[in-house]
């Protein structure tokens, strides 16, 4: 894997990781019960508030999904993307010969948010 596993936001406020993943239409669904375990781990780690992942209602050739998951701050995060447990499932997840991944992750902060008025 070729991407850096660690965050490092230092920000204290909330922040909001937006992740795409593609994956051949094939390996879709045995992608989403690895990605499960993945989650779980971060579930867990202090500071996570809510994580989705979404998949179009339509695939190609490649099924795109993409991850949301919201943190109560970006300082919780970088210190849990440390956790060695979590180093290791998504070593697993991209290490695995029966899933081709590629993804493209980064960290975001609200500067627009609306409500209904």
Do not use: C
């Given at each position: 894997?070729s991407?850096?596993?660690?965050?490092?936001?230092?920000?204290?406020?909330?922040?909001?990781?937006?992740?795409?993943?593609?994956?051949?239409?094939?390996?879709?669904?045995?992608?989403?019960?690895?990605?499960?375990?993945?989650?779980?781990?971060?579930?867990?780690?202090?500071?996570?508030?809510r994580?989705?992942?979404?998949?179009?209602l339509?695939?190609?050739?490649?099924?795109?999904?993409?991850?949301?998951?919201?943190?109560?701050?970006?300082?919780?995060?970088?210190?849990a993307?440390?956790?060695?447990?979590?180093?290791?499932?998504l070593?697993?997840?991209?290490?695995?010969?029966?899933?081709?991944?590629?993804?493209?992750p980064?960290?975001?902060?609200?500067?627009?948010?609306?409500?209904?008025?």
């Amino acid at each position: 894997m070729s991407q850096s596993l660690e965050s490092k936001t230092g920000i204290d406020g909330p922040v909001t990781v937006i992740k795409r993943y593609t994956v051949p239409t094939g390996e879709a669904d045995y992608f989403v019960e690895v990605y499960q375990e993945n989650a779980r781990i971060m579930s867990t780690q202090p500071g996570f508030v809510r994580s989705r992942l979404h998949r179009p209602l339509a695939d190609g050739p490649e099924a795109q999904f993409v991850h949301i998951a919201e943190w109560a701050s970006g300082t919780a995060l970088d210190k849990a993307t440390g956790n060695p447990e979590w180093h290791a499932s998504l070593q697993r997840m991209f290490d695995d010969p029966g899933l081709h991944i590629t993804s493209e992750p980064a960290s975001y902060r609200v500067v627009v948010e609306l409500h209904p008025s």
